[in-house]
Nanobody
Framework: VQIVESGGGLVQAGGSLRLSCATS????????IGWFRQAPGKEREGVSC????????LYADSGKGRFTNSSDNAKNTVYLQMNSLKTEDTAVYYC????????????????????????WGQGTQVTVSS
């Protein structure tokens, strides 16, 4: 199994970045892919999650209206388009693969807990300067 995040970098506040999460080695359409982030001294927090089979997408309040999560099943890749970036978005962004638990559990816990995720990437640094 491989999960590789890319697309992070340094950007000024108000700018945009597009993160990619390329995966291999598991049945992509059986999984949801979650984006989480972790800032120094803080816990990892959920940002967005997309179920690859039906594109049911969840967003944390922190990214609603600014972030767009999308999935390309042909490439086994998920993208996170981040617009209107703020300094508080600075963090290492990780994507993880969650075996789809059904709609109720997915919507209630998909962004709340990391322990249900089977696979993780190494993360990509996003730094937003003021």
């Amino acid at each position: 199994v491989q999960i590789v995040e890319s697309g992070g970098g340094l950007v000024q506040a108000g700018g945009s970045l597009r993160l990619s999460c390329a995966t291999s080695g598991f049945a992509f359409e059986d999984y949801a892919i979650g984006w989480f982030r972790q800032a120094p001294g803080k816990e990892r927090e959920g940002v967005s999650c997309i179920n690859n089979s039906d594109e049911d997408t969840l967003y944390a309040d922190s990214g609603k209206g600014r972030f767009t999560n999308s999935s390309d099943n042909a490439k086994n890749t998920v993208y996170l388009q981040m617009n209107s970036l703020k300094t508080e978005d600075t963090a290492v962004y990780y994507c993880g693969a969650l075996y789809y638990p059904g709609p109720t559990t997915y919507r209630e816990y998909g962004l709340r807990h990391t322990h249900g995720y089977d696979y993780w990437g190494q993360g990509t640094q996003v730094t937003v300067s003021s």
